[in-house]
């Protein structure tokens, strides 16, 4: 190639590099996926390495990347701001209300708040003495950022409330949005309203976010200090008397049929509305009963989202990719010819496992339905076979492990009596590279040690450098090393070093979930580090694999306890377990609680009367109690039912158990 071609090609590529980053730290909307960008860079450096001529101020080799608009200082949610789990037909929907009868153990009527559900961005405003305080984002749902100063430019948003019957300290939720027709005036700039609106409320200058007309929608309170508010519905007539904004749309409504007529309705009404809506959401009217139903650990039971149609393009198929997960698990991703989806551009699309494939015969070359669903993975919905070519050919799904050549299997379910859907590579130990790797991400992702700094794109370098091959090897890094890496220096390494340094203290449920065993997720894992004392039991646990006493566990089931004992039948595991114990400092969280039944344990039998046995234990567990599903020596309480099992009460009054009944479960909560 020529000189000039070659510095011609090189500019081409950096000003291409750059207009991503604008996209994806100033615009929040990605074109490029995680590894198309990696490449990108990698064509660049790879060109200033073999022509030393090639120079540009803006290359990868001298910059860290587009520097972020701001970083907002951080603010710990009172409540949780959660998302809601979707509905999208009736059946999900009788399964909604079904879910709460066995919850409550009685099949009750009641109303529904009904309120469109406006694709925006949520935001906090939390009032104390009338004046608006602190404006939050919603963050990861647990930590958001302060923005009070980009909220107060929002008309809709009341800085002094006049009204005397506003609480004296109130956190106001809602949602932040761009007007259809305001977006046509910026639409060059931004994929979606919704993205606007997320740019503009992250601007360093709140003159800047006054550039675009966002509005405020008020629909429901976190933290509220005395709250004598009985129904939704009056809260929300409430909300519009103090000055904000409401839905107009909002009304209450009492059955499914109703929810539905009201929906279809909707969903054709929507396309007229100024504003983009997603579909409605759907919360029971009593607040009382709201507080009984609380929450699973990422959605309301007393709320649900019921989603309009998804939008769909159709696109062809120019690869399948298999990637394999932290479990092994092998799935076909169809690379396809990008295709604007709604606003954003898709260029993969999920194709589930080899059955899927198999069943839909999808082969490179088609042409293909995807369907893009709020923010779930883009995936193909449909073939269309008349327009395949002559040479198109099945696609054949590799027998080996794509990253390692081993062997992979379907495992045999045997409740269900079939071979499981999913292919997997079972090289537990971190020998097969794409597993190690992604156990690695896993162990440091934001639900289990959580490192700042160190991202999914830092873990595919540092093990690409030979930095860690283990979890424990984080710990050992060599910061003088990692300060001359590109785009590094002393400033990012210490950062990176503290807070690899903070991660060390954590909780023991953490720790466990970190640890990537499949099928002990979140839940599992804070209820085994409930059941243990410390992680030296735990160890104890491990090196006699004793799994089965977690058997004990209400929650823990025989598929756990195979899971323990195949990922610690690996000595590897065992010793990064042991090497990371004596690394961290790990705390168990249930010992730090205060409830009134602290280090106490229940275990039930019998039918109780006026509540369910689910709404029992997240009462206990409210409390700071444990409940159980054998009689053994750990046992606490035994609190019977009607028709107890007389077998358990005869064994816990030998062992000593105290017996008891509901009434004086409840007189210990008081
Ligand atoms: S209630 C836990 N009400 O939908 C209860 N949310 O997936 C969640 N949203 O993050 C909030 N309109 O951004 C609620 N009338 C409405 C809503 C609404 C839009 C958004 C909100 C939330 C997401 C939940």
């Not at 008397?241 to 409504?253: A, D, E």
Request: glycine share 6%; hydrophobic share 35%.
């Amino acid at each position: 190639m020529e000189r000039e071609v070659i510095i011609k090609k090189y500019n081409l590529k950096i000003e291409e590099l750059n207009e991503h980053n604008k996209l994806y730290y100033d615009k929040n909307n990605p074109k490029l996926t995680d590894s198309e960008y990696d490449k990108l860079k990698k064509v660049i450096l790879n060109l200033e390495k073999k022509y030393n001529f090639l120079d540009h101020e803006k290359s990868p080799s001298k910059n860290v990347g587009y520097k972020p608009s701001k970083s907002f200082e951080k603010y710990a949610h009172k409540v949780m701001m959660l998302s809601l789990s979707n509905a999208f037909d009736k059946k999900d929907l009788i399964n909604f209300e079904k879910k709460i009868f066995n919850y409550l153990n009685t099949k009750i009527k009641f109303d529904y708040s009904v309120e469109p559900k406006i694709d925006g961005i949520s935001a906090s405003l939390t009032y104390i003495d009338k004046k608006l305080k602190v404006g939050v984002s919603r963050g990861d749902g647990k930590i958001g950022e302060v923005i009070t100063e980009n909220l107060k430019t929002i008309s809709d948003i009341p800085i002094i409330i006049k009204n005397d019957s506003f609480p004296d300290e109130i956190e106001i939720r809602g949602e932040v949005f761009i007007k259809k027709k305001d977006f046509l005036k910026i639409k060059k700039n931004f994929a979606n309203p919704r993205n606007a609106a997320s740019g503009s409320l992250r601007q360093k200058d709140p003159k800047e976010t006054k550039k675009i007309a966002l509005n405020f929608i008020a629909y429901t309170y976190g933290n509220i200090k005395n709250n004598k508010f009985k129904l939704q519905s009056d809260f929300l007539r409430e909300l519009s008397k103090w000055g904000f904004k409401t839905n107009k749309h909002n009304t209450v409504l009492s059955n499914i049929d109703d929810l539905i007529k009201f929906h279809k309705d909707f969903e054709k009404k929507r396309f007229n509305l100024d504003y983009d809506v997603d579909g409605l959401v759907y919360k029971i009217n009593s607040l009382s009963l709201q507080k009984r139903l609380g929450f699973t650990s990422n959605s309301p039971r007393w709320a649900i989202a019921h989603k309009f149609l998804a939008d769909r393009a159709t696109t062809k198929v120019l690869k399948i990719d298999i990637q394999v997960g932290r479990t092994g698990a092998l799935t076909p991703v169809a690379k396809v010819e990008p295709v604007n989806i709604g606003g954003v551009v898709v260029s993969n699309a999920t194709l589930h496992n080899e059955d899927e494939i198999k069943r839909k015969d999808i082969r490179v070359g088609d042409e293909v339905t995807i369907e893009r669903a709020g923010d779930v993975i883009p995936h193909v919905i449909d073939v269309d076979k008349t327009k395949r070519g002559k040479n198109s050919q099945v696609f054949i799904f590799p027998k080996k492990c794509p990253s390692c050549g081993s062997n992979t299997i379907k495992e045999f379910n045997k409740i269900t009596k079939k071979y499981d859907a999913v292919r997997r590579c079972l090289n537990e130990s971190f020998i097969c590279e794409r597993i190690a790797i992604e156990k690695l991400k896993h162990f440091i992702s934001k639900e289990a040690l959580n490192i700042d700094g160190l991202g999914k794109k830092v873990i595919e370098k540092f093990w690409e450098l030979n930095f860690i091959k283990y979890p424990q090897d984080i710990f050992k890094l060599d910061y003088d090393k990692i300060k001359h890496l590109d785009g590094w220096g002393n400033l990012s390494a210490r950062n990176l070093k503290n807070s690899i340094e903070k991660s060390k203290t954590t909780s023991l449920q953490k720790f466990i979930y970190s640890l990537g065993i499949r099928h002990i997720g979140i839940e599992n894992a804070k209820i085994i580090s409930e059941n243990i004392k410390n992680i030296s039991s735990l160890i104890k646990i491990i090196k006699l694999k004793k799994f089965e006493r977690f058997l004990n566990i209400d929650g823990i089931g025989e598929t756990q306890v195979n899971s323990l004992n195949n990922f610690f039948s690996n000595n590897i595991n065992i010793k990064i377990v042991i090497e990371l114990a004596s690394i961290l400092n790990l705390e168990n969280q249930r010992f730090n609680k205060s409830g009134k039944l602290k280090d106490k344990s229940f275990m039930f039998t019998g039918k109780l009367s006026g509540i369910s046995r689910a709404e029992a234990k997240s009462l206990i567990e409210k409390n700071s109690g444990i409940t159980l599903t054998n009689v053994s020596k750990n046992l606490n309480y035994l609190v019977i039912g009607e028709n107890p099992t007389k077998r358990k009460v005869d064994q816990a009054i030998s062992y000593g158990i105290k017996v008891i009944k509901l009434d004086e479960l409840n007189k210990l909560l008081d």
